[in-house]
């Protein structure tokens, strides 16, 4: 968890707080969400019950480009492109066969793609963004938090804005005065909720 | 002749001979894997004889263990089949004591999870109480483990083995009144189980499951079963072949007191019952054959001495 600024599970049970705090730390690790999460407080009441999580992120300004995980080798009147990550495989072919043409990338197998007679120098290819992991980022931490939040709590209310977030869910109907409670939580981290 | 269960390991070369020397000294074989080029055999073979299997299967590097779990179908009862417990760790716990020789069925609750909304209905009750232990997987906290479990065990008549993550201390005062086990410290986790101390855990599970299932096997040995459930499996497996040709991993699956048979009830429950098993006594007579919950299974169980008086 090193990568976190402030990470604490409130639990008024010690011993399920501490296990709470592992399957966090498991889940965000699992989702690759641990260097995007800057601060994280969560709180679980089982009596009442309700799990709240609350939170701030860190800024993603890293775009992912097909340098990152390709190797060009320009050959004559072709360039060869040897692929280290398969992640964004997909998303790389798929703007390749908009700007040229399908008949001009091929793909023996899974880790090349050639590339013939294209109207572009292999540095302009290397440039070409592929992906922007920030526009799933919030879609991948509420899953986070929906695997981390015991599986009976499924009335659920988040919100989730540019750097901030809150996560509630109760099995319950939440109260009316939940916002209290998650602006305590916010607090408690020396922040204002969103 | 007491029978006692082992695991047989060993290459695939040769194993016909371990096989027919299990079956000559009056053993049964319950189960047989085929892993490449490794044999499994889950038996029960006579104590006395243990000596010599281990002799004659020395040539073929063969190895055999004690595996108290053989024989007995396990109910590893899940909250429910969300991300929260499978894999871990219900799948794990499945496993492992699969390992020893147990033949564990998951049963995934639909209302499982949750305090106030978790819930067990009668077909859910039905499954469990047709193994012959319950393993229930429990969450955390124990406000919740205590508020839920009530509800959870209504009507199951198996014994229960109860993990859940608060220390033992703790789930013994809350389970009121008790069950037959109880394993603290394993909880809801989001890990493989793969450390030294949480392969510990699992052991500590087993020898929970053991201990329970030896009681319950001390209970039956005072009243015993007209027949043991191991030899049924053969005569069935005898007379009705139609069982050869069940794609299911165990089409006979031997329990402590019964044996479930993966065949369809309306079609075979009145062959079963009038098979013979030795001297014109037929399986009705010393079993009862009911419709099992689980599909449309046949499930037998073997009525003991006392209400048959007849003993073979």
């Not at chain 1, 097909?66 to 998303?91: C, H, K």
């Not at chain 1, 509630?168 to 409670?181: F, G, K, Y």
């Not at chain 2, 147990?102 to 109480?129: C, F, H, T």
Request: glycine share 6%; charged share 25%.
């Amino acid at each position: 968890m090193l990568a976190v600024e402030y990470f604490e599970v409130e639990c008024p049970e010690p011993l399920g707080g501490e296990i709470y705090k592992q399957i966090a730390n498991d889940v965000l690790l699992d989702h690759n969400l641990l260097k995007v999460v800057d601060k994280l407080h969560i709180f679980i009441d089982p009596k009442v019950p309700v799990f709240v999580a609350v939170g701030i992120l860190r800024k993603i300004t890293t775009v992912v480009r097909v340098g990152d995980f390709a190797n060009i080798n320009p050959q004559e009147g072709r360039m060869t492109l040897v692929i280290s990550d398969e992640t964004y495989l997909a998303p790389m072919l798929k703007i390749f066969w908009e700007r040229f043409g399908k008949e001009k990338v091929e793909q023996p197998d899974r880790f090349t793609v050639i590339l013939y007679d294209v109207p572009a120098q292999p540095k302009d290819i290397e440039e070409i963004v592929v992906a922007d992991p920030s526009e799933s980022v919030h879609k991948d931490l509420i899953y986070a938090l929906r695997c981390i939040a015991p599986e009976g709590f499924r009335l659920r209310s988040e919100v989730f804005t540019g750097s901030k977030f809150f996560f509630v869910a109760s099995e319950n109907t939440l109260a009316e005065d939940i916002s209290t409670l998650v602006a305590e939580k916010f607090a408690l981290m020396g922040e204002v909720p969103p | 002749m007491m029978l006692v269960p082992v695991t047989y390991k060993g290459g695939i070369y040769q194993h016909d001979i371990v096989e027919d020397l299990i079956e000559d000294l009056g053993g049964y074989i319950v189960q047989k894997h085929i892993l490449a080029q490794e044999v499994v055999l889950q038996c029960f073979v006579p104590r006395e004889d243990i000596g010599l299997i281990r002799e004659i299967s020395r040539p073929l590097f063969g190895e055999v263990t004690d595996s108290p779990l053989v024989g007995t179908e396990i109910a590893i009862v899940s909250m429910s089949l969300e991300i929260h417990h499978l894999p871990h760790p219900s799948c794990d716990i499945a496993e492992y004591v699969r390992r020893l020789g147990a033949k564990s069925n998951m049963v995934s609750l639909a209302r499982g999870p949750g305090k106030r909304i978790a819930g067990l209905n009668d077909e859910e009750r039905d499954v469990i109480n047709e193994h012959d232990i319950a393993v229930y997987l429990l969450g955390n906290f124990e406000t919740c483990i205590e508020y839920k479990m009530p509800t959870l065990r209504r009507g199951i008549e198996v014994p229960i083995v109860l993990c859940g993550g608060p220390d033992i201390e703790v789930l013994k005062k809350i389970i009121d009144p008790p069950v037959d086990g109880y394993v603290g410290n394993v909880g809801r986790f989001m890990r493989r189980t793969k450390e030294a101390d949480q392969l510990d855990k699992l052991d500590e599970i087993v020898a929970e499951i053991t201990r329970v299932l030896e009681k319950k096997r001390d209970s039956i040995a005072k009243d015993p079963l007209s027949v043991s459930p191991a030899r049924l499996m053969g005569v069935i497996k005898e007379k009705i072949p139609e069982i050869l040709d069940v794609t299911s991993p165990t089409p006979l699956t031997v329990q402590m007191a019964g044996l479930r048979v993966k065949l369809p009830y309306d079609t075979f429950a009145e062959r079963l019952r009038h098979i013979e098993i030795e001297d014109g006594i037929q399986l009705g007579d010393i079993a009862e054959v009911l419709p099992s919950r689980m599909r449309d299974y046949i499930l037998v169980r073997v009525l003991p001495f006392s209400e048959t008086n007849t003993v073979i």
